[in-house]
């Protein structure tokens, strides 16, 4: 294991949640909507949602596929926003693009239903975020452990999910560190597979510390081998 | 002007063996660069109703994290709360035929406030329409002025709202329970939802024998399925619609209905609709109507522990707090599709919602046979509270308003 240059730095973030101007009724104003609303309201539609619901781990993936489903009646379409997967994206720009195409190819598949009035509006909103030190770093695995371990719902979610919009690479905050300060290429990988719309951020949590620990004893075991080949 | 006594506080640290010592060391954190800043709450009540229910808990944690923090009720006579009442129904939808006077009476009184309370903290957040004339009092020292508004704006009635708009748009910022609340208004308008507290008496866990007590002390039976709605006799909350509901589910299950609430013997309406009930009811013995002495906390939190299925039938809502309450306490819960209700209700994921008389009775029968999925509902019902409707995610998002509000200054 390297000796890091940086250490880990765990941060926590709060959001407050801004109601737009904007509403939609049925799927031609979803569309006119999804095309005008701002990054941060993507942003909370998806990204913060799946944070505020994870412990929904049956069908429930973002705002867009919930209102289809519940309010506009389309399983269909709630399906392929559903199957939209925000690991995928490293851009709020790339993500409106799929949204946006997923429900155009709906439209244009069934027109019929592109005006059919809603149970409910839905409420474009926005997610304003504020982040801060939580006074908590980790410069080895123990103190990584004990890190990740302590920190909020939400500074988890900071870190393991919306990191990728920061990063706008395919991964997340602990296991870029883990890969680049401490060289464990392979627990980063698993890290990052540990697959968060099928758990909740607990049982994600709970997966990653497992993984830490099993690391933890190989090299407690590489660092004495004779040790433990005696007893 | 009153300064609020706050009940004994109970420590924030308590509230880790519910929500995680991360949580709770996350508002620290966060209330750290707020430490000795000026915060003053301004509300027309101090007991009775939701919203002195989550100052009562909210005041007094900010004031653990080191926020100087002062709730405040503003005065008024007969006239004024009279006035107020008729407002909050016309903001609601009710009818409502305004005269000149009640608009000075308005003005009167909110300006008599001003004279008395404190407008120069920092951050003044001022509770619902009847204080909101304050605003026009506000000083030069640069504060932030935030409205909360606590009841549905979806459909109010034009002349009040006109109004209000001489008042609201003066705000620094508004917070809505729900985005169906929100008006086009110039100023940004937060969603911030109300809260219950988990440590409080009516949300607590309470011991079994004291359930069974209070279930023996009004008649219902714990071996039969008990449906039950808590909320005050009023009719935007249809009591009579859910004792038509419950006859419906009648013709399948051997079940009983409890209606308990408080509201009849200090309002005149309450009583009347109290009555409209009794005469639904038309003398089942199953069918239990409690006027519950204000609001009996215990008894409330009995009742709804001791439910099979928690009703909450409301034809308009502002939040409806009562459902998180319930499925707080793991109930499956069957309720409108009203104001706030569907952020607590996600349909088929944490209850189920209905939109008539039919489809509360369809889903209730639902429910009752399948006590499974009821089960479930319920399970994800409390996490959903857990994770978004706990008075320490109200107190998080109040702090990261004003340290929002305090970086723009």
């Given amino acids: 294991m390297n000796v890091p240059e940086a250490p880990f730095e765990f941060f926590t973030v709060a959001y407050l949640t801004r109601i737009g101007n904007q509403s939609a009724g049925n799927l031609e104003e979803l569309l006119a909507g999804l095309e005008q609303c701002s990054d941060a309201s993507i942003f909370h539609h998806t990204f913060q949602t799946l944070g505020s619901h994870h412990f929904l781990t049956e069908g429930f993936s973002n705002d867009f596929a919930q209102w ?20 995928d994206y490293t851009s709020i720009a790339a993500l409106r693009a799929d949204l946006c195409r997923v429900l155009r190819d709906f439209i244009t598949a069934f027109p019929q239903f592109s005006h059919q ?19 908590l770093t980790a410069t080895n695995l123990d103190e990584f452990r004990h890190g ?56 994600a949590r709970a997966k990653m510390l497992r993984l830490v620990d099993r690391e933890r004893r190989k090299y407690e075991h590489d660092s004495n081998p004779a040790q433990d080949s005696a007893r | 002007m009153s300064t609020i006594q706050i009940p004994p506080r109970i420590p924030l640290d308590d509230y880790s063996s519910v929500i995680g010592a991360g949580e709770v060391a996350e508002l620290r954190t966060l209330a750290k660069p707020l430490a000795g800043r000026s915060v003053v709450m301004i509300n027309s009540t101090a007991v009775g109703g939701g919203v002195a229910e989550i100052l009562n808990r909210l005041v007094p944690l900010a004031e653990e994290l080191g926020i100087n923090i002062r709730w405040e009720v503003m005065t008024g006579g007969e006239d004024f709360f009279e006035v107020t009442k008729s407002f909050h129904n016309a903001l609601h939808g009710a009818p409502y035929h305004p005269e000149q006077r009640h608009f000075d009476i308005f003005r009167a009184y909110n300006e008599k406030n001003a004279k008395r309370l404190p407008l120069d903290a920092e951050f003044m957040i001022i509770h619902d329409p009847q204080p909101s004339g304050l605003i026009s009092y506000r000083g030069g020292n640069g504060n932030h002025w935030v409205w909360r508004c606590h009841i549905d704006l979806s459909h109010p009635h034009p002349a009040v709202w006109k109004f209000l708009e001489n008042y609201v748009p003066h705000y620094d910022a508004a917070i809505f329970s729900s985005p169906e609340f929100a008006k086009q208004l110039p100023i940004p308008q937060y969603l911030f939802h109300p809260a219950i507290d988990p440590l409080s008496e009516k949300n607590r866990d309470i011991p079994p024998e004291f359930i069974l007590d209070v279930l023996a002390r009004y008649g219902i039976d714990h071996l039969r399925p008990i449906l039950t709605q808590i909320s005050r006799f009023d009719r935007l909350k249809d009591p009579v619609g859910v004792i038509r509901a419950y006859r419906i589910v009648r013709r399948y299950f051997d079940c009983q209905l409890v209606l308990a609430g408080g509201g009849a013997s200090d309002d005149p309406e309450g009583a009347t609709v109290l009555k409209e009930a009794q005469n639904a009811a038309e003398g089942d013995p199953d069918i239990k109507l409690l006027e519950l002495p204000q609001w009996a906390p215990l008894e409330v ?5 001791a439910s099979t299925i928690v009703i909450q039938k409301s034809l308009r809502e502002g939040f409806g707090l009562t459902v998180s309450e319930a499925l707080w306490k793991r109930k499956p819960v069957v309720a409108s599709a009203v104001g706030g209700i569907p952020t607590q209700i996600i349909h088929k994921h944490t209850g189920l919602l209905a939109h008539s008389v039919e489809g509360t009775a369809y889903q209730i029968r639902f429910l009752l046979s399948h006590p499974d999925i009821a089960g479930r509902l319920g399970e994800r019902g409390h996490q959903h509270v857990k994770e978004n409707f706990l008075i320490t995610q109200n107190l998080k998002r109040y702090l990261t308003l004003f340290l929002k509000l305090g970086k723009s200054s």
């Fill in chain 1, 148 to 203: 990740v371990a302590s920190i909020s719902h939400a500074s988890f979610h900071f870190h393991f999910v919306t990191s990728r919009l920061r990063l706008q690479f395919r991964t997340n905050d602990f296991s870029r560190w883990l890969a680049a300060s401490l060289g464990l290429n392979s627990l980063a990988e698993t890290i990052n597979r540990i697959d968060i719309y099928t758990n909740t951020l607990d049982s």
């Fill in chain 1, 68 to 87: 289809a489903l519940a309010e506009a009646n389309r399983d269909a379409l709630a399906e392929q926003f559903a199957a939209l997967d925000i690991r």
């Fill in chain 1, 117 to 135: 009035e809603a149970l409910d509006r839905f409420y474009f909103c926005e997610s304003v975020e504020e982040t801060m030190p939580f006074s």
């Fill in chain 2, 301 to 305: 939190n009995a009742l709804q522990r």
